[in-house]
């Protein structure tokens, strides 16, 4: 089989975008080569691909790894690149291919009879990628967050701290597609003719089916209750704040905060009143761009996430239109056209939190002195039973010594079995010492 190596690599990198490295089963992570056409699948993903392809003399597939394949492709450097099977085995411009058995190779399930189907124009499709696709999760793990709403005649997608709706003009099925297959067909879309119509089946085995001149895809659709964003968006015009100005003055703005921006939280301000935009790194440094912003009604200023709002400045056009009532309340990026954004702005200024303490600090002074003074007293030693004792007791052995103002105190001799310590202590106490 003979192919172009640039169309051929081309499809390949296509289709290598739902196949994972890292497999648990082999034959998983490769791809089915036969004349004409390629096919690839993850379980819950299946793509084929038509590839031009002269000089058939076989009819048999080759199944090697796709991630391999295209890291040999574009290593060469001829125009033409061909495949020959000699005594069962695989060779491309004489590299021998890893092949697995046919019989291996999971075949993509087809779409069952009676189902409905929609008839989607490709550019229908591609604006419904270019507009939904940035505003939903892209972390992973987060299933519903991950995937775009399509239900009839309209398209959403959200990641619970932004938006995006569109108002589609050729109605769908009501799945909620996966993100990434979305984006893995959307390079299907940029080599197909954007009046191409796409046949759309979704199935009940949870499945949707596109079929268009040149390529299939088979995705399994995201289940569960998608968030009700349609409350989001209010019935009545009761905005409080308007804000207009152009996309291009508002990214060059951004490139230039973007110099003292915290990575930490990310966070830029707009102050509409002094027309401005501004952001403050994790030193402390301080970026203030002027910026030419038509505001009108009570325009409180507010914060927002600078990935966000570049994302959603990038998806506008020309002339950007947003619409909020308060400095934490959703704005609205609005043009009175079929699509809709939706940003969910951070507080500006947040709150010093001052721990209240949990018991009354002004006593601690003295009771530490009461300590300290309890430390250092000398107590006197306690009296003892009239039992036998092995000890001596100072008031015992001494009795009371009778001071007077006249008179030099008696000072006893200390008793041959008192320790020395317990002698001074009390000849101090009394006065003596």
């Not at 640039?6 to 990198?13: C, I, P, T, V």
């Not at 495949?83 to 058995?101: A, M, S």
């Not at 008031?395 to 200390?414: H, N």
């Amino acid at each position: 089989m003979q192919y172009n190596r640039k169309e051929l690599l081309a499809a390949l990198r296509i289709a290598a975008a739902i196949v994972p490295k890292r497999v648990v089963q082999p034959i998983l992570g490769c791809v089915h080569i036969t004349p004409g056409r390629i096919q690839v699948t993850n379980l819950d993903q299946y793509m084929s691909i038509d590839v031009e392809c002269t000089a058939r003399q076989t009819s048999a597939g080759l199944i090697t790894p796709i991630h391999k394949l295209v890291k040999l492709l574009a290593a060469l450097s001829s125009a033409h690149v061909y495949l020959d099977l000699d005594r069962d085995e695989w060779k491309l411009q004489g590299h021998i291919l890893e092949n697995f058995p046919e019989e291996d190779m999971p075949q993509p399930p087809t779409p069952p009879d009676g189902v409905t189907q929609h008839a989607v124009s490709i550019a229908t499709l591609q604006r419904m990628h270019e507009t939904c696709s940035w505003a939903r999760s892209n972390i992973g793990g987060y299933g519903i967050l991950e995937s775009i709403s399509w239900d009839g005649s309209e398209a959403c997608a959200t990641d619970g701290s932004r938006l995006s709706w569109l108002q589609l003009k050729e109605a769908g099925p009501s799945v909620m597609l996966d993100g990434t297959a979305f984006d893995a067909m959307h390079r299907l879309f940029k080599r197909t003719k954007p009046d191409t119509m796409v046949e759309v089946y979704s199935s009940g085995d949870n499945r949707t089916h596109f079929i268009a001149s040149g390529w299939a895809v088979t995705s399994r659709n995201i289940t569960g209750q998608y968030p009700r964003y349609k409350e989001l968006f209010p019935e009545r015009d009761n905005y409080k704040a308007l804000i207009e100005f152009k996309r291009d003055d508002m990214l060059a703005a951004l490139k230039q905060v973007a110099v003292t921006l915290d990575k930490r939280t990310w966070k830029i301000e707009i102050n509409c009143a002094d027309k401005t935009i501004s952001s403050v790194d994790e030193e402390g440094n301080r970026m203030e761009v002027a910026i030419p912003i038509d505001a009108s009604g009570d325009t409180a200023p507010f914060a927002v996430n600078y990935n966000y709002w570049k994302d959603a400045v990038e998806s506008m056009p020309d002339q950007v239109r947003i619409k909020y009532t308060a400095s934490l309340k959703p704005l609205i990026f609005d043009n009175d056209g079929d699509y809709k954004h939706l940003l969910m702005p951070i507080q500006v200024t947040p709150p010093k939190l001052v721990p209240k303490p949990c018991h009354d600090t002004s006593k601690e002074p003295r009771k530490t002195k009461r300590k300290q003074e309890a430390k250092t007293e000398v107590k006197p030693p306690k009296k003892q039973s009239t039992a036998p004792s092995s000890s001596v007791d100072a008031e015992d052995v001494l009795g009371d010594v009778e001071l007077s103002a006249t008179s030099k105190p008696k000072i006893p001799a200390k008793p041959r079995d008192m320790p020395e310590k317990t002698y001074r202590a009390w000849l101090k106490l009394r006065g003596v010492a």
